[in-house]
Nanobody, 118 residues
Framework: QVQLVESGGDLVQAGGSLRLSCAAS????????LGWYRQAPGKQRELVAA???????NYADSVKGRFTISRDNAKNTVSLQMNSLKSEDTAVYYC????????????WGQGTKVTVSS
């Protein structure tokens, strides 16, 4: 139904910036919420940011003011602009999509690794 491919993960110094991108393909992309999860070493997977089909966004408290999610429905892409990166942002970041009309993330990319050096 949906294929998600992340890119942009890299090694970056603390205080730096990085932009992750996710290309979505399949059906009804514009009707799905798209989001970014991350899983840090020794931590549970957490929702970082999400964008609904009508443009509403929400963020984890830990990234508010630093990260910005955006989506381009014409291109079926969603990006995560990450600024003022901290060591604790180190994680594998996953693009995710919901089933249309739901808030349940059922589809996942393979992940892209972000390493923030102190």
């Amino acid at each position: 139904q949906v294929q998600l491919v992340e890119s942009g993960g890299d090694l970056v110094q603390a205080g730096g910036s990085l932009r992750l991108s996710c290309a979505a393909s399949g059906s009804r992309i514009s009707r799905r919420s798209l989001g970014w999860y991350r899983q840090a070493p020794g931590k549970q997977r957490e929702l970082v940011a999400a964008a609904t089909s009508n443009g509403n966004t929400n963020y984890a408290d830990s990234v508010k003011g630093r990260f910005t999610i955006s989506r381009d429905n014409a291109k079926n892409t969603v990006s995560l602009q990450m600024n003022s990166l901290k060591s604790e942002d180190t994680a594998v970041y996953y693009c995710a999509a919901t089933t249309p009309g739901t808030s349940t993330f059922n589809y996942w990319g393979q992940g892209t690794k972000v390493t923030v050096s102190s």
